[in-house]
């Protein structure tokens, strides 16, 4: 391809909403312009990368015996009313009427298009087990879409769905899609991290999310994740699913008496800590959340976070957020308390549930909210001055150094970006859409589920993320738009030219995917813009071309050599090969 005819236009500028490198560098190197909010346009560089990523991904799915199909975008409500999803999914999905006020969705995932698949075509035992999958666009009304293409409204996945007879059969088809998915990153150059995940609320279900690690790279704050690790045992899991061990800690606060104190304006732990002059890990925070719309109180040691994904779970809810002044001004008139924020308790609340983590269990003598503003009960204990509540889980936020469950090892944290996600789901779908098939003893038997997806587009970006320097992109060889870009310094020598042409024609003729900037530019601009695109090889034919030389440059290390241009096209044959 000729720069000269190629569509790119390369900017000078970070565009203003990017704040993470992928989002400034793929808009500034010409790979995508944004159409609306969360919505972007693939420019042809762009689709050239997404293509190779999504031909990764079809070798290796397919080598681990899956097959592809394509299901529509649009799907149209009663599969979704049928699985119960209709309800519950929120406002992520993107809703709609055709013309028959027949209400329909744009697809964010697509379990329930496949269960009705199966469940129309799949009658026996004899055709299982089955990997089904597609490369499609999804959309999903992403209530904070940013960071350009990591997390976009419409966006480009990967879904595969594998059906088995029993959980013995969806051990292997996860195994196998495990093994692909390591594959999958590998070849796209990107090292990427297996760690256990939130399943939601299905008991007993198991999920790995794989992480690109981005935390090596202090200017890049793209992982939207936490995770959780142990250097010693190899433990790993997202914080929304991370348990830990805890370091050992005085609970007792040492009060001789239960006492009311006057605390004023001691509305936060750290105030109320200093003003008592007790460490924070004697006092039993009461948090107010909103857990589908029903109130519920959690109880957590001073000095420890709550993490709403296990707390949601707790309660197999779909949707939580913490209480507003107002929804707490409620429960306390409903309570018969007038309390604001910071000085609620468990004792005497009304039409609330109420869930302790268990940090709180062992506190003695200990500091707690009475629903009275300004004042605390110190020197409170379980069973005398406050009933502990019967609900009691592990819903806190791990912390780093906290030791690890298995191993007792001190945890770590580092950020990901999720590029991939595989998932136990096993009857969910099959049951609540009742698709089933006939087992060796003719029984009809629920399909057991999994689901694997990989973001193709956030992929992309994640390599960016990964690879790059000041300069721009540095692509993966593997996914690189392509691999080497011709640059004939002067376009008005007529030697530099020619020579660079002739390499180029070599160079095509071998199949290479290469491109030449014939343009009549400025050599700094061509430069620039090579290393700002990111291809991973450049050939510059300059001044030494009197010598026979040209300079052989390999931008991920920046390496420089200067050798023949027969030399420079035969070195890029050798790395086709
Ligand atoms: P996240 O927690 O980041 O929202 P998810 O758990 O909702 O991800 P899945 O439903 O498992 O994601 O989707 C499979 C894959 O699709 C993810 O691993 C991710 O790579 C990609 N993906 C999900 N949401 C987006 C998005 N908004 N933009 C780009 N890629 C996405
Ligand atoms: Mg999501």
């Given at each position: 391809m000729r720069m000269s005819k190629l569509f790119v236009q390369t900017l000078r500028e970070n565009p203003a909403?990017?704040?993470?490198i992928s989002h400034k560098l793929l808009v500034r190197a010409g790979y995508i312009r944004k159409l609306a909010n969360g919505i972007y346009n693939y420019l042809p560089l762009m689709w050239r990368v997404l293509k190779k990523i999504e031909n990764i991904v079809r070798e290796e799915m397919d080598r681990a015996g899956a097959q592809e199909l394509l299901m529509p975008f649009v799907q149209p409500s009663e599969l979704w009313k049928e699985s119960g999803r209709w309800d519950v999914y929120g406002k992520e999905l993107m809703r709609m009427k055709d013309r028959h006020e027949r209400e329909m969705c744009l697809g964010p995932t697509h379990e329930e298009v496949i269960t009705a698949i199966a469940r129309e075509?799949?009658?026996?035992?004899?055709?299982?087990p089955v990997n089904l999958y597609q490369i499609q666009s999804k959309f999903r009304d992403e209530i904070r879409p940013r960071f350009g293409l990591l997390r976009g409204r419409e966006f480009i996945m990967k879904d595969a769905y594998s059906f088995d007879v029993d959980e013995k059969g969806l051990d292997k088809s996860y195994e196998i899609m495990a093994e692909a998915y390591k594959k999958i990153f590998e070849r796209c150059g990107l090292e990427t991290k297996m760690v256990q995940s939130d399943s939601g609320a299905i008991g007993g279900s198991v999920s790995h999310e794989f992480m690109v690690l981005v935390?090596?790279?202090?200017?890049?704050?793209?992982?939207?994740n936490d995770v959780f690790y142990c250097p010693k045992c190899g433990y790993s899991a997202n914080s929304n699913h991370a348990v830990s061990k805890l370091n050992p800690?005085?609970?007792?606060?040492?009060?001789e008496k239960a006492e009311i104190k006057d605390t004023p304006k001691c509305g936060s732990i750290t105030e109320l800590a200093e003003y008592l002059k007790v460490?924070?890990?004697?006092i039993c925070k009461c948090l107010i959340y909103v857990i589908d719309g029903k109130y519920v109180a959690a109880l957590i040691r001073g000095d420890r976070t709550v993490e709403e994904t296990k707390l949601m779970n707790a309660f197999n809810g779909n949707e939580i957020r913490i209480a507003g002044n107002d929804e707490i001004e409620e429960i306390m008139t409903n309570s018969g308390y007038s309390a604001v924020a910071g000085?609620?308790?468990?004792?005497?609340?009304?039409g609330i549930e109420i869930i302790a983590d268990?940090?709180?269990?062992?506190?003695?003598?200990f500091v707690i909210g009475?629903?009275?503003?300004?004042k605390h009960l110190t020197g409170a204990n379980w069973g005398k001055d406050v009933d502990l509540p019967s609900?009691?889980?592990?819903i806190r936020l791990v912390e780093e150094n906290?030791?690890?469950?298995?191993?007792s090892e001190k945890l770590k944290v580092t950020k990901g970006i999720e590029v991939g996600n595989i998932f136990?789901?096993?009857?969910?779908y099959s049951k609540s859409m009742n698709a089933v098939f006939s087992d060796k003893d003719g029984q009809e038997k629920p399909f057991i589920m999994g689901c694997y997806g990989i973001g193709i587009s956030r992929t992309a970006a994640a390599a960016v993320e990964r690879h790059h320097d000041e300069h721009g992109i540095i692509w993966p060889q593997s996914i690189a738009p392509y691999l080497v870009t011709i640059v004939p310094?002067?376009?008005?020598d007529e030697q530099q030219m020619k020579i660079a042409e002739e390499i180029y024609q070599k160079l095509l003729e071998a199949k290479v995917e290469v491109l030449i900037d014939?343009?009549?530019?400025r050599a700094g601009v061509k430069l620039k813009d090579a290393d700002l695109i990111g291809i991973p090889y450049r050939i510059t034919v300059g001044k030494t071309i009197k010598d026979n030389l040209v300079e052989f440059k390999t931008r991920s290390t920046g390496e420089i050599e200067f050798i023949t241009p027969e030399q420079a096209a035969e070195k890029i044959k050798k790395i086709i090969l």
């Amino acid at each position: 391809m000729r720069m000269s005819k190629l569509f790119v236009q390369t900017l000078r500028e970070n565009p203003a909403d990017a704040e993470v490198i992928s989002h400034k560098l793929l808009v500034r190197a010409g790979y995508i312009r944004k159409l609306a909010n969360g919505i972007y346009n693939y420019l042809p560089l762009m689709w050239r990368v997404l293509k190779k990523i999504e031909n990764i991904v079809r070798e290796e799915m397919d080598r681990a015996g899956a097959q592809e199909l394509l299901m529509p975008f649009v799907q149209p409500s009663e599969l979704w009313k049928e699985s119960g999803r209709w309800d519950v999914y929120g406002k992520e999905l993107m809703r709609m009427k055709d013309r028959h006020e027949r209400e329909m969705c744009l697809g964010p995932t697509h379990e329930e298009v496949i269960t009705a698949i199966a469940r129309e075509g799949i009658r026996s035992y004899k055709q299982l087990p089955v990997n089904l999958y597609q490369i499609q666009s999804k959309f999903r009304d992403e209530i904070r879409p940013r960071f350009g293409l990591l997390r976009g409204r419409e966006f480009i996945m990967k879904d595969a769905y594998s059906f088995d007879v029993d959980e013995k059969g969806l051990d292997k088809s996860y195994e196998i899609m495990a093994e692909a998915y390591k594959k999958i990153f590998e070849r796209c150059g990107l090292e990427t991290k297996m760690v256990q995940s939130d399943s939601g609320a299905i008991g007993g279900s198991v999920s790995h999310e794989f992480m690109v690690l981005v935390n090596e790279n202090s200017e890049t704050n793209a992982g939207e994740n936490d995770v959780f690790y142990c250097p010693k045992c190899g433990y790993s899991a997202n914080s929304n699913h991370a348990v830990s061990k805890l370091n050992p800690v005085n609970t007792d606060g040492g009060f001789e008496k239960a006492e009311i104190k006057d605390t004023p304006k001691c509305g936060s732990i750290t105030e109320l800590a200093e003003y008592l002059k007790v460490p924070s890990c004697v006092i039993c925070k009461c948090l107010i959340y909103v857990i589908d719309g029903k109130y519920v109180a959690a109880l957590i040691r001073g000095d420890r976070t709550v993490e709403e994904t296990k707390l949601m779970n707790a309660f197999n809810g779909n949707e939580i957020r913490i209480a507003g002044n107002d929804e707490i001004e409620e429960i306390m008139t409903n309570s018969g308390y007038s309390a604001v924020a910071g000085f609620i308790g468990p004792k005497g609340l009304k039409g609330i549930e109420i869930i302790a983590d268990e940090t709180v269990v062992p506190l003695k003598n200990f500091v707690i909210g009475i629903n009275e503003t300004d004042k605390h009960l110190t020197g409170a204990n379980w069973g005398k001055d406050v009933d502990l509540p019967s609900k009691i889980c592990d819903i806190r936020l791990v912390e780093e150094n906290d030791l690890c469950p298995q191993c007792s090892e001190k945890l770590k944290v580092t950020k990901g970006i999720e590029v991939g996600n595989i998932f136990k789901l096993g009857m969910k779908y099959s049951k609540s859409m009742n698709a089933v098939f006939s087992d060796k003893d003719g029984q009809e038997k629920p399909f057991i589920m999994g689901c694997y997806g990989i973001g193709i587009s956030r992929t992309a970006a994640a390599a960016v993320e990964r690879h790059h320097d000041e300069h721009g992109i540095i692509w993966p060889q593997s996914i690189a738009p392509y691999l080497v870009t011709i640059v004939p310094v002067s376009d008005q020598d007529e030697q530099q030219m020619k020579i660079a042409e002739e390499i180029y024609q070599k160079l095509l003729e071998a199949k290479v995917e290469v491109l030449i900037d014939d343009r009549s530019e400025r050599a700094g601009v061509k430069l620039k813009d090579a290393d700002l695109i990111g291809i991973p090889y450049r050939i510059t034919v300059g001044k030494t071309i009197k010598d026979n030389l040209v300079e052989f440059k390999t931008r991920s290390t920046g390496e420089i050599e200067f050798i023949t241009p027969e030399q420079a096209a035969e070195k890029i044959k050798k790395i086709i090969l």
